[in-house]
């Protein structure tokens, strides 16, 4: 069906003639006959007015098969994913540019390709990346009306705003936003019941420790803090994390971000034997989550919180090497070369480097 067709059609349904529609969209009669008879095509301008006027989708005026699209859109998400999980983000970013050519107006699309612009530009630090990404981030926050794809473009764009200094706009923007009380996560605590809701408060609580994780680490970044109070801040979070997932090696085995954090902490203060005990624990997290690499699987989870609970894990990243590499060049900071010669750190290293591996 051509477009004229489809506004024809949609303008009767609404009872309505042309010239009430002309005088919407302040154009003349003439126009629209030429619309519904072939002869002419409504300007790219008027879509959205039009579809808006119908109370349909500009997709929908243009004939495109919403249903063929998802379809096609999924395609893309599907091969996107193994590059994605890799770190490969030049393919990635390459996918996502492809699909906004193949459908150039669609917001979820826009997200995908503002998403992975951010994601990878942060690790390669390509300026271009984040400019790019924002001018999307942007489009989708002044004109989509889908909640889950601006929310998603929102979040992206506040951390965009923040590296950029502008502050004010991504605190107005973040101040917009629900509360931790009424999201969903919340929510859902007081709706679902039974296993249902068993399995919804234990997602919950790996959520809140992940945040518990950032929260500490803001807290830790005053001044009001020494180096000294700040490590005590950290072990906090490790014995929390430690009592929480005592018997769940696939949690535990993540707890090499902060062990890094900890590590850098006692360097600032010489502290050699502690420097050296959460590098340690940086290297023994590092290569057993490279013992089992994949990147989307699910395992039962033994600790008492979480007794009989099916954890789903996904993982993605922006570089492309795997986890004893990272190690290795964390390791490499400068802040270490105090311990550098310690023959327990060149074991270390020895250890991580018959595991470290680039990707791709």
């Not at 096609?72 to 393919?91: H, L, N, Q």
């Not at 991504?170 to 009424?182: E, L």
């Not at 993540?254 to 600032?268: C, Q, R, S, V």
Request: with cysteine; glycine share 4%.
């Amino acid at each position: 069906m051509s477009i004229g067709t489809t506004i024809k059609k949609l303008r009767r349904e609404k009872d309505m003639t042309q010239e009430r529609l002309s005088e919407y969209l302040n154009i003349s009669t003439q126009a629209v006959s030429r619309w519904e008879t072939d002869l002419a095509m409504p300007d790219i301008m008027l879509l959205p007015v039009l579809a808006n006027i119908f109370n349909v989708t500009t997709d929908y005026l243009l004939g495109v098969d919403i249903t063929k699209k998802r379809e096609r859109i999924a395609e893309y998400v599907k091969v996107a994913k193994e590059p994605y999980e890799k770190g490969d983000g030049e393919t990635v970013i390459s996918i996502w540019r492809k699909a906004l050519f193949e459908f150039p107006n669609d917001y979820d699309v826009m997200e995908h390709l503002a998403s992975a612009l951010f994601f990878f530009g942060c690790n390669h630090d390509k300026k271009a990346y984040h400019e790019e990404s924002l001018s999307l981030c942007e489009k989708i926050y002044g004109e989509c009306t889908d909640d889950k794809i601006r929310n998603s473009a929102i979040q992206t764009l506040v951390y965009l705003y923040n590296m950029k200094s502008e502050k004010e706009k991504a605190k107005q923007i973040a101040k917009n936003m629900p509360t931790m009380f009424i999201c969903s996560n919340s929510l859902l605590s007081d709706v679902l019941e039974g296993d249902e809701l068993l399995d919804h408060e234990r997602g919950n609580i790996n959520k809140q420790l992940y945040f518990l994780k950032g929260n500490i680490s803001g807290i830790a970044q005053n001044k009001i803090y020494s180096t000294e109070e700040k490590i005590q801040l950290y072990i906090i979070y490790e014995k929390i994390f430690d009592i929480i997932y005592k018997d769940d090696l696939e949690e535990m085995r993540k707890g090499y971000e902060y062990y890094y954090d900890i590590a850098k902490l006692y360097a600032k203060i010489n502290d050699e034997e502690n420097t050296i005990l959460y590098l340690n624990k940086l290297k023994v997290s590092a290569i057993e989550y490279d013992k089992n690499p994949a990147y989307n699987y699910e395992y039962n989870m033994k600790s008492l919180l979480f007794k009989g609970y099916m954890r789903k894990i996904t993982c993605s990243k922006n570089y492309n090497y795997n986890e004893s590499m990272n190690a290795l060049k964390k390791i490499n900071s400068k802040c270490f070369d105090f311990v550098r010669d310690d023959p327990r750190l060149r074991a270390i290293v020895t250890e991580l480097e018959q595991y470290a591996k680039y990707d791709y």
